[in-house]
Each structure stands twice: as structure tokens, then as C-alpha cells.
């Protein structure tokens, strides 16, 4: 059992951090039926997860918008190399989370059901040009 651990950590081709940003946003939208997505583990990049692009190891982008998510943003500070959120045209409801990733340079989070203010982090995103 260990070495079928061991070669499926080898043949893992998505960053550790990313896998696990992946993992929560997934819970913390309420686990909607994406094709490949899941709340535990997995490899976003080498499995072509819905919505999921990726340079190398690191997620750059998620495009899930007009897919009748639900829930809440979760935190999104664990991933490494995103620059592209859209979450567009959905049902997510809760605030905009504090620990925005510091790659981002997109984000899109329209016609949704957020609500509260915008988070004093999002002036820690040089790199930020649409929203």
C-alpha cells in the first residue's frame, strides 16, 4: 500500500499547495458536481479538471462561471501561482475572503450573493488589473 502511495505522489504533476486550495474551494462551494473535482487529494493539473488551467505544476486559472455554484469562498491564499479567478454568474453567497493570493491579477466574482465589504488585502495585489 505504501508503494501505491509513493507512485501516485510521483506521478502527482499539480503543486502540493494548489491541491489543497483546489480541495477546499470544492468543500466550501458544497461540493457541486464537477467533472474530476473532489474534496480530497487528486491532481487538478494532470487530470484536466473542469474550469482548472495550469502552467507546469501551478493552477494559473479556474473559470467556473455562469455554473450554478453555491456556497461560500473559501480561503484561496494557498495557491502559488493563480492569476485568474472567475467565478462569475453564480449562486455564491458569504464575503469575499481576506487571503487573496498575491499572483492574482484577475478576478472576477459578479452576480452573486456576496455580500459585506471588500477586503482591505485586495490593496496587497500589485498585479491586480481586472476585477
Not at 483546489?22 to 487530470?47: F, Q, R
Not at 492574482?104 to 476585477?131: E, V
Request: glycine content about 12%; hydrophobic content about 40%.
Amino acid at each position: 500500500m505504501l508503494v501505491a502511495a509513493a507512485a501516485l505522489a510521483a506521478r502527482a504533476v499539480t503543486d502540493a499547495s494548489d491541491v489543497i486550495a483546489m480541495n477546499g474551494l470544492y468543500v466550501s462551494l458544497g461540493s457541486p458536481s464537477l467533472p474530476g473535482w473532489i474534496p480530497n487529494g487528486g491532481d487538478p493539473c494532470g487530470e484536466g479538471w473542469q474550469g482548472v488551467t495550469c502552467t507546469g505544476t501551478g493552477i494559473t486559472s479556474i473559470k467556473m462561471n455562469v455554473a450554478n455554484l453555491g456556497g461560500q469562498l473559501s480561503s484561496l491564499g494557498n495557491f502559488t501561482s493563480i492569476t485568474t479567478i472567475d467565478l462569475s454568474n453564480n449562486n455564491i453567497g458569504g464575503t469575499i475572503p481576506e487571503d487573496l493570493p498575491l499572483t492574482l491579477q484577475n478576478l472576477f466574482l459578479s452576480a452573486n450573493q456576496l455580500t459585506g465589504s471588500i477586503p482591505s488585502s485586495l490593496s496587497k495585489l500589485t498585479g491586480l488589473s481586472a476585477m
